[in-house]
T-cell receptor
Framework: GAGVSQSPRYKVAKRGQDVALRCDPISGHVSLFWYQQALGQGPEFLTYFQNEAQLDKSGLPSDRFFAERPEGSVSTLKIQRTQQEDSAVYLC???????????FGPGTRLTVT | SQQGEEDPQALSIQEGENATMNCSYKTSINNLQWYRQNSGRGLVHLILIRSNEREKHSGRLRVTLDTSKKSSSLLITASRAADTASYFCATDAAGGYQKVTFGTGTKLQVIP
C-alpha cells in the first residue's frame, strides 16, 4: 500500500512569503505528527493530531506556524511570513492505534532566501 | 529540544565489522525506539524496546536498555554498505501519549 506522502518535496520561498506544506498519511492512521529537522540534527516535534483534533501544539516555534487536519486525514502545515531560520526539512509521520512505530513521509525541504 | 544524545556523532567502519552506537536520555520513558534515516528511504523504524526489557534482537540488530543509567545501545553486526545512514534513538515519556523525542543521531559510514 501507499506510504505517507508529502508535497511539495522542495520549496523555495522568499523571506516574508507564506507557505503551505501538505501531508497525506496512510489510510486509517489516526495519529499524525509534524516534525522539523534542521541540518545535522534529529527531528524536533512540532504538533500532534488524533483524527481532526490537534492535541498538542507545544512544539510550534511561533504563532507564524499553524497546522490543521480538518477531516482527520490530510494535514497542512502553514508557515506565515517565513524567516530564514524556518529553513529545514519538515517531516510528517502517521501511525495506527495501538502501536508505537511511526511511519514517516519523505519530507519537504524548505529553503527561505 | 532533543531528549537524547547519541554518541559517537559519526562512525566509519569497514564492511563486515560491527557498529555500536549509544543513546542517553534524560527523563523516565515508556519505550525507546531506534530509527534509521538515509537519503533513499527517509526515516524508517528499526526496533522498539520497552522500559521493562533489557535486550532485544531483530536480525542483525541488537538493542540494550539500561533504565538506571538512562541509556541504550544499538549494535549492528556484520555491517553492509547499505547500512550507511544516520541512526536516531527516540523516546516517549512515561505517562505520555506516545509523542516521541528524537536524539541528535549517529552518522554511520560503512566502507565497502
Amino acid at each position: 500500500g501507499a506510504g505517507v506522502s508529502q508535497s511539495p518535496r522542495y520549496k523555495v520561498a522568499k523571506r516574508g512569503q507564506d507557505v503551505a506544506l501538505r501531508c497525506d498519511p496512510i489510510s486509517g492512521h489516526v495519529s499524525l505528527f509534524w516534525y522539523q529537522q534542521a541540518l545535522g540534527q534529529g527531528p524536533e516535534f512540532l504538533t500532534y493530531f488524533q483524527n481532526e483534533a490537534q492535541l498538542d501544539k507545544s512544539g510550534l516555534p511561533s504563532d507564524r506556524f499553524f497546522a490543521e487536519r480538518p477531516e482527520g486525514s490530510v494535514s497542512t502545515l502553514k508557515i506565515q511570513r517565513t524567516q530564514q531560520e524556518d529553513s529545514a526539512v519538515y517531516l510528517c509521520a502517521s501511525k495506527p492505534p495501538g502501536v508505537y512505530e511511526q511511519y514517516f513521509g519523505p519530507g519537504t525541504r524548505l529553503t527561505v532566501t | 529540544s532533543q531528549q537524547g544524545e547519541e554518541d559517537p556523532q559519526a562512525l566509519s567502519i569497514q564492511e563486515g565489522e560491527n557498529a555500536t552506537m549509544n543513546c542517553s536520555y534524560k527523563t523516565s520513558i515508556n519505550n525507546l525506539q531506534w530509527y534509521r534515516q538515509n537519503s533513499g528511504r527517509g526515516l524508517v523504524h528499526l526496533i522498539l524496546i520497552r522500559s521493562n526489557e533489557r535486550e532485544k534482537h531483530s536480525g542483525r540488530l541488537r538493542v540494550t536498555l539500561d533504565t538506571s543509567k538512562k541509556s541504550s545501545s544499538l549494535l549492528i553486526t556484520a555491517s553492509r554498505a547499505a547500512d550507511t545512514a544516520s541512526y536516531f534513538c527516540a523516546t516517549d515519556a512515561a505517562g505520555g501519549y506516545q509523542k516521541v523525542t528524537f536524539g541528535t543521531g549517529t552518522k554511520l559510514q560503512v566502507i565497502p
